[in-house]
């Protein structure tokens, strides 16, 4: 048998009442907050030399986790197969490129039905703040049709009591992600004459998360 002392006995005490506190501590500067549905927009822009589009795609979920009140990490999920036109007044027309942008020309959503967005990093801008509005670096990666890059944007963030309010503007080049229809770097920009469209992608974001 083993016997112990008294200061060995205060010695051990200390220590798995330090243990168990800890996590305890940990969890409680912790916070999640979650996608509110209703209030997540997400709005696309894509041109052409002979003109322009944009519309919709959902956010089907989303979080973000908080340590000491800043945003350490954040995940959001979008329905690709979502993609909506908003700015073609014919149906025949609309529905034409809303099949097109699903098609494997495009986002290939059958296959790819899911693109993703992980949050990595923010960092607010605290003396820009104007209003309760706090200007943010936010860095990450995005994922589209399996393929993985770094993203980084500017992004506003507002927080609220059980509630956090964010608006982001995100480019991409989509030749990144193997999205190369009719475009100058992979086709012949005088075959392809108006029919040209041009490699960015534009996203405008607008969010609230709920605790």
Not at 79 to 99: A, V
Not at 182 to 193: R, T, V, W
């Amino acid at each position: 048998m083993i016997m112990l002392s008294l200061n060995q006995l205060k010695t051990l005490t200390i220590s798995l009442l330090l243990a168990l506190s800890l996590p305890t501590v940990a969890r409680a500067s912790t916070e999640t907050y979650s996608l509110s549905p209703r209030n997540a927009n997400l709005v696309w822009h894509g041109e052409k030399i002979a003109g322009k589009h944009h519309g919709t795609v959902k956010i089907k979920s989303g979080s973000v986790t908080l340590e000491k009140d800043e945003i350490r990490k954040g995940e959001f999920v979008i329905d690709m197969t979502s993609i909506k036109d908003l700015d073609i007044d014919s149906e025949k027309f609309r529905d034409k490129l809303e099949t097109h942008l699903k098609s494997a020309d495009f986002f290939n959503v059958e296959k790819f039905p899911e693109a993703r967005l992980s949050i990595d990093k923010v960092t607010l801008d605290r003396a820009a703040e104007k209003n309760g509005t706090v200007p943010a670096d936010i860095s990450g990666k995005l994922t589209i049709k399996g393929i993985t890059h770094p993203v980084t944007f500017r992004g506003e963030i507002m927080k609220h009591p059980g509630m956090i309010m964010a608006k982001s503007h995100i480019e991409i080049d989509r030749l990144k992600w193997d999205i190369r229809y009719n475009s100058a770097k992979f086709f012949d920009p005088k075959a392809l004459g108006d029919k040209l469209i041009k490699d960015t992608i534009k996203f405008d974001v607008d969010i609230h998360l709920v605790k």
